[in-house]
T-cell receptor, first 117, second 115 residues
Framework: AQKVTQAQTEISVVEKEDVTLDCVYE???????LFWYKQPPSGELVFLIR??????QNEISGRYSWNFQKSTSSFNFTITASQVVDSAVYFC??????????????FGSGTRLQVQP | NAGVMQNPRHLVRRRGQEARLRCSPM?????VYWYRQLPEEGLKFMVY????????ESGMPKERFSAEFPKEGPSILRIQQVVRGDSAAYFC?????????????FGQGTRLTVV
């Protein structure tokens, strides 16, 4: 069975601070994908990143960066110089790799980020 | 994610009525997933469908809920005799038929309120 744990229920920071959202996962699959989604107050799900389990390189996209560590089963997300527009609920998710029958996502419970001006 | 279309965006039903939620997948996608998000919670998988087939319904409640994805037209999630506990956001995602990429894009969701 797959499981995703986001231990931080809510984080509050002041604008321009850096913030890291933690994600720990459990899976017996050797191949899998990890995701991060953003859910702003308007409610839609915004795709941020997908990472293949074979690729442990860290990734940076503007103010966003991701740290994937297989050894600790973690896929943490850092926002540098946070902005008020970053305020949202962030979800980490996991799915089996390709060539498997079931590709549904297993989501964590989410971390609500509040960025104060 | 604008390619996956869900309607209606908001739906209000009285207890005991039926709710029908529609999902039109992205062009060329033949796989559809439905998820439910209860208030203040993460998304939970409900059902996975291909055209005219239910592949995995392990997350679907046994009673009152059904889903279909006909050869023509959108996927429908149907909830019969709704109760207050069905109030939630229901999200649909779609993926292409070739199994090498997993779905990454969702529709904007349907927010069901049962009064």
């Amino acid at each position: 069975a797959q499981k995703v744990t986001q231990a931080q229920t809510e984080i509050s920071v002041v604008e321009k601070e850096d913030v890291t959202l933690d994600c720990v996962y459990e899976t017996r699959d050797t191949t899998y994908y990890l995701f991060w989604y953003k859910q702003p107050p308007s409610g839609e799900l915004v795709f941020l990143i997908r990472r293949n389990s074979f690729d442990e390189q860290n990734e940076i996209s503007g103010r966003y960066s991701w740290n994937f560590q297989k050894s600790t089963s973690s896929f943490n997300f850092t926002i540098t110089a946070s902005q008020v527009v970053d305020s949202a609920v962030y979800f980490c998710a996991l799915t089996k790799g390709p060539h498997t029958g079931r590709r549904a996502l297993t989501f964590g419970s989410g971390t609500r980020l509040q960025v104060q001006p | 994610n604008a390619g996956v279309m869900q309607n209606p965006r908001h739906l209000v039903r009285r207890r005991g009525q039926e709710a029908r939620l529609r999902c039109s997948p992205m062009k060329g996608h033949s796989h559809v997933y439905w998820y439910r998000q209860l208030p203040e919670e993460g998304l939970k998988f409900m059902v996975y469908l291909q055209k005219e087939n239910i592949i995995d319904e392990s997350g679907m409640p046994k009673e009152r809920f059904s889903a279909e994805f006909p050869k023509e037209g959108p996927s429908i999630l149907r909830i019969q005799q709704v109760v207050r506990g069905d109030s939630a956001a229901y999200f649909c995602a779609s993926s292409p038929p070739v199994i090498q990429n997993t779905e990454a894009f969702f529709g904007q969701g349907t927010r069901l309120t049962v009064v």
